[in-house]
């Protein structure tokens, strides 16, 4: 191994120890975060529905998805519409038609949500599933990544992800194409209560 | 130069089809206008650049102690870490990780590391099947090439080059070049890729000293349907992807995609601590130069980059040359100036492929004097013996003409004449100026005659 020789140059090479730059607070202009959080995810190509409840959010996800044979949750509350997930072999999930996760809290700037790996139930869920729908308090929306950092500066969690938008890519001729490996659509419901 | 290509060669090849360049050159533009547009809509643009800057001045100044930090934090959680001083010992940790769980199939995702130490072909020689996840890097495999952009690895083919090759590999109808046709047909192949291999193999976009984790960001989703599905995830890092703490993320990520392709954000920013239950997770934590690199003053401040290709996207030379003719794995402005500090003589033409407009330190988020360093580089081949003999005599020549008023004015009227009477002896292939361009005509004096002429009675 060549662990010792590595930082045996780097530390005869490295220069003069420069400070770290004291925290600044950044501009976020004064628009209202859920707003701001809609325009761009719908710029990013994700699909945005304001709901009141549970209920409200179950009756709009069987008109949007009819065809839709297997659904996974990692949420209680839906295990009526979706299956809970069960923890085991990631393999599984192979045929997900639709995944029901929450998120912690969503950002207004870039249209991201935040989900660590026990709102995820499988990290997998989140990638392998054809379509992801995801819940989102109204009241947990951050103006800017400065913000969101904060709230999670300290967490502790196995896996974690900004998510924002559904899967896609532009590798051919800079053409869009939303599903490249993960969802076909994000779904992101705001809610004004948890259940 | 003879036995390899060089920039000059290889751009002349490229620039033959003026069509297939001016393709090329607004395609780029295009996407650095997207770039423009995404910086322009953040207010404190300016400052996140001049706080991601100090911070990574901060890391480099100080990045001993934060790789023992980074290791002790990442073994804390359950992460196993390795030490790479070259291309040689990263491939062949790769390959023992692999061997000890008897893996000869593995996926990756996209790593610009793994191309500079041609990973690839290494594994393939051992009898180790790699597929690259990333649409755009799948599709450079099939056609046998290297990535010519790093965040956009074919960006030099057309759709139709495309269809061809997926006709060929992938079973699509012959002619078919429908971007959404030929990327679900990606999706369904590599789909049953990423259910079928057990070891997966990413790069890292940031490791966070704090905490020992690493972020991995893709639009695809490729990397994590690879890490998530398989039971060794091996990432792959050059050492100085690391930053100080997990806050500090927020510069960053606000930063990258906006410079990279506009958006204001990367569809998934996956923040990897600890394995899950059942898997391994390795960490390969590479040199291969780079702590030589860190030595050189004037050039330090290159592995300040975060890999987001805005000065390739904005640069003239890139835009009209491509990104093969930089024989490097990271081409472009900053390509030149990484790639002379692990081979000064075999990139020694890299840091001359440059106007040194400065339009690549204009846009780079973490304010990398790029166009400095390629101007520095240049003397520092010129005087370690390496530029080409011509490029020497010619910068002789000129400093004998600039440092001699006498030879100065003889030399001007000299090529005024010629250019009038004599056109074919400056218009000719000999000349590559006249490439791609007909000499301009010439003025009727010099400009110390016109001054004369027109300034009377003042002094020059």
Not at chain 1, 142 to 152: D, G, R, S
Not at chain 2, 402 to 409: G, H, Q, R, T, V
Request: net charge neutral; with cysteine; proline share 5%.
């Amino acid at each position: 191994m060549s662990r010792d020789s590595i930082l045996k140059a780097i530390k005869q090479n490295q220069p003069e120890l420069r400070p770290l730059p004291a925290d600044v607070d950044f501009y976020f202009e004064q628009t209202e975060a859920a707003e701001k959080f809609k325009q761009v995810l719908e710029f990013i190509g994700g699909r945005f529905v304001e709901a009141n409840n549970y209920a409200a959010v179950k009756a709009s996800l069987e008109n949007t998805f009819p065809q839709a044979q297997r659904w996974i949750t990692a949420i209680d509350e839906f295990s009526e519409l979706a299956t809970l997930i069960q923890p085991g072999d990631p393999h599984e999930l192979e045929n997900v038609d639709v995944a029901i996760i929450k998120a912690h809290f969503g950002v207004a700037e870039n249209g991201a949500v935040w989900v660590t790996e026990d709102l995820m139930g499988a990290r997998a869920l989140p990638f392998i599933t054809q379509h992801l729908v995801i819940l989102l308090n109204r009241n947990n929306i951050v103006p800017l990544m400065q913000q969101a950092y904060q709230l999670i500066a300290e967490k502790d969690y196995g896996y974690a992800a900004f998510i924002a938008g559904p899967s896609k890519t532009a590798d051919i001729e800079q053409s869009l194409v939303i599903g490249a490996h993960g969802p076909r659509s994000l779904t992101v419901f705001l809610l004004d209560s948890d259940n | 130069m003879s036995a390899v290509k060089d920039h000059a060669a290889l751009a002349q090849a490229f620039n033959k089809d003026e069509k297939r360049v001016d393709w090329h050159d607004e395609t780029l533009w295009f996407v650095r206008a997207k770039r423009d547009r995404a910086s322009h809509g953040i207010p404190d643009w300016e400052l996140l650049r001049e706080t991601a800057s100090q911070i990574k001045h901060n890391v480099l100044s100080n990045m001993h102690d934060y790789l023992v930090q980074f290791e002790g934090n990442a073994l804390a959680n359950g992460i196993k870490i390795h030490w790479a001083a070259d291309a040689a010992e990263h491939n062949a940790i790769v390959l023992s990780i692999l061997k000890e769980k008897g893996i000869d199939r593995m996926v990756k995702s996209k790593s610009m590391l793994t191309e500079e130490c041609h990973l690839n072909d290494f594994l393939q020689d051992n009898g180790v099947e790699v597929i690259d996840s990333d649409l755009g890097e799948r599709i450079v495999q099939l056609a046998k090439e290297p990535p010519s952009h790093i965040v956009l690895p074919c960006i030099h083919k057309k759709k139709e080059e495309i269809g061809d090759i997926f006709h060929e590999h992938l079973g699509t109808a012959a002619g078919e070049s429908d971007p959404q046709i030929l990327t679900e047909t990606a999706r369904q192949h590599l789909r049953e890729v990423f259910l079928t291999r057990r070891a997966a193999l990413t790069g890292v976009n940031f490791a966070i000293a704090e905490t020992g984790e690493f972020v991995v960001c893709t639009n695809e989703g490729n990397a994590d349907m690879g890490a998530h599905l398989a039971d060794v995830h091996i990432a792959s890092m050059g050492f100085e992807k690391l930053i100080p703490q997990r806050k500090h993320l927020s510069v960053f990520l606000r930063l990258l995609t906006r410079s990279a392709t506009g958006q204001p954000i990367t569809t998934y920013s996956s923040h990897f601590k600890k394995p899950r239950p059942g898997q391994q997770m390795h960490i390969i934590i590479v040199d291969n130069g780079r702590s030589i690199q860190l030595g050189r003053e004037d050039f330090r401040n290159s592995l300040k980059c975060i890999r987001c290709g805005a000065c390739m996207n904005t640069c003239p030379v890139y835009r009209r040359s491509g990104g093969h003719s930089y024989h490097t794995a990271v081409a472009g402005p900053i390509g030149s100036i990484l790639a002379p500090n692990l081979d000064m003589k075999k990139y020694a033409d890299l840091p001359f492929a440059s106007t040194l407009c400065g339009s690549c330190s204009n846009v780079c988020p973490v304010k990398i004097d790029i166009h400095d360093q390629l101007y520095k580089w240049r003397q520092v081949i010129v005087k370690n013996g390496y530029s080409t003999k011509t490029k020497t005599a010619m910068m002789k020549g000129m400093t004998l003409a600039l440092s001699s008023p006498a030879i100065f004015n003889i030399s001007g009227k000299a090529g005024r004449l010629a250019l009038k009477f004599i056109p074919f002896a400056v218009n000719n292939g000999l000349n590559p100026w006249y490439k791609q361009r007909d000499m301009p005509t010439p003025p009727e004096g010099s400009f110390t005659d016109w001054y004369k002429k027109n300034r009377k009675g003042e002094q020059p």
